[in-house]
């Protein structure tokens, strides 16, 4: 990613020059920072690789292992609440779900977040306890797996709301996250990545902006999200109860249902794919009905959630594809999400009817 020169500056974007960067120097400094008495003998890079943040397991002088995340797009003050959330959440989930979480790091009674500044980047490093992993989910689900799913998913979303009212407070929301997109639109380097689209996108960003008014604000309460259930960030124990859960990229205090689109993608019939697209068709499947049976058995949902759906998917787009799409995907395939977004993606919300889906669960 080469850098670009901005006239007008965009707050919570920033490109860097990643060839430059030497990312091991900085964990090996944030560890340094954190404990001195311990030196680190070596830094492996275990990160996925679809997105400029980066997991690293060092291996230290007494043996012991460490899993470091370092990042360096958004708002520090976004990824230090965030980190101090989920680590507050992780130690507040009660039984069944208290080790669900990775821990991180403490020092002087807080989450240590080590920040690193220079000419070139400004990157932010915090620690994990590595977290044990049991066995995936198929890549292609059965009923049973499916209705399994949802009615641990529903235990676990209850138990992360239980858990809601001790955790520290939140600043990011929804409306700050959309308004960041439309405030890009109108910078130099907005209208040249999205020059051909900036009306449409004004569009969708307003019509996020009324319906979630309109439907969620202040009647739906919020609770701690993970959006990306992708089937490859969690594991589950043989008999299909959640066992753990990494992969905090996309942590929100947010309402419950902006997790379900990547549970019906989970659920569907494609199956988890290697090469793949954000279509909303997952949510419309049978197979996700199934899911929401047994949730809604478990945590009912509400009739204003479920009209919520398609705005919790035109939220993913426009944030996740949209804004920071170059930032969680190859240079390529950011392209191509963000061609279909423009092509398929979001006029198809326009025409995604949750009526069914009402009618199934009496709402």
């Known amino acids: 990613m080469s850098a670009r020169n901005i006239s007008r500056s965009v707050p919570d974007v920033k490109p860097v020059r990643m060839r430059l960067i030497d990312y091991t120097t900085i964990i090996r400094q944030a ?22 943040n980066h997991v690293f397991r060092l291996t230290l002088d007494s043996g012991d292992r460490v899993i470091a995340k370092l990042s ?19 130690n507040n989930l009660l039984y069944p779900f208290e080790n669900v979480l990775a821990k991180s790091l403490m020092k002087n009674g807080q989450v240590f977040i080590y920040r690193h500044q220079d000419e070139l980047i400004d990157a932010w490093v915090v620690f994990y306890n590595p977290i044990r ?16 799913l949802g009615n641990e998913i529903a235990r676990f979303h209850l138990a992360c709301a239980r858990a809601s009212s001790v955790l520290p407070k939140y600043a990011k929301t929804l409306r700050s996250d959309v308004q960041g997109l439309l405030d890009l639109l109108d910078t130099d380097a907005g209208r040249f990545e999205h020059r051909m689209h900036i009306d449409t996108l004004r569009r969708q960003c307003h019509l996020f902006l009324e319906n979630r008014k309109k439907l969620v604000d202040k009647t739906v309460e919020t609770m ?3 959006v990306d259930w992708n089937i490859g960030n969690f594991s589950v124990t043989p008999d299909q109860k ?3 859960r990494w992969d905090y990229d996309w942590f929100r205090i947010s309402y419950r249902v ?19 697209s954000y279509y909303i068709g997952p949510m419309a499947e049978e197979r996700f009905g199934w899911f929401l049976d047994e949730y809604h058995k478990v945590y009912p949902l509400t009739e204003r959630e479920i009209r919520f759906l398609p705005e919790a998917y035109r939220f993913f787009i426009l944030n996740y594809v949209i804004k920071y799409g170059r930032y969680f995907f190859h240079r390529t395939y950011a392209t191509k999400l963000q061609r279909e977004a ?4 979001l006029p198809s919300i326009d025409t995604f009817d949750v009526t069914p889906i009402l009618k199934r669960l009496g709402l």
């Open 133 to 148: 992993t049991m066995e995936r989910l198929p890549r292609r689900l059965d009923e049973p797996h499916i209705r399994k």
């Open 342 to 345: 423009y092509d398929i993606y």
């Open 242 to 244: 959640l066992f753990s």
């Open 72 to 90: 360096y797009f958004g708002k520090f003050e976004h990824f230090k609440d965030d980190h101090r959330i989920i680590h507050a959440l992780a």
């Open 258 to 276: 902006m997790d379900f689109y990547f549970f019906s993608r989970v659920c569907s019939d494609a199956g988890d794919r290697t090469v793949f």
């Open 31 to 52: 560890w340094a920072a954190f404990d001195p008495s311990q030196t680190v003998q070596a830094v492996e890079d275990i990160s996925a690789r679809v997105s400029t």
């Open 224 to 226: 701690p999200v993970f």
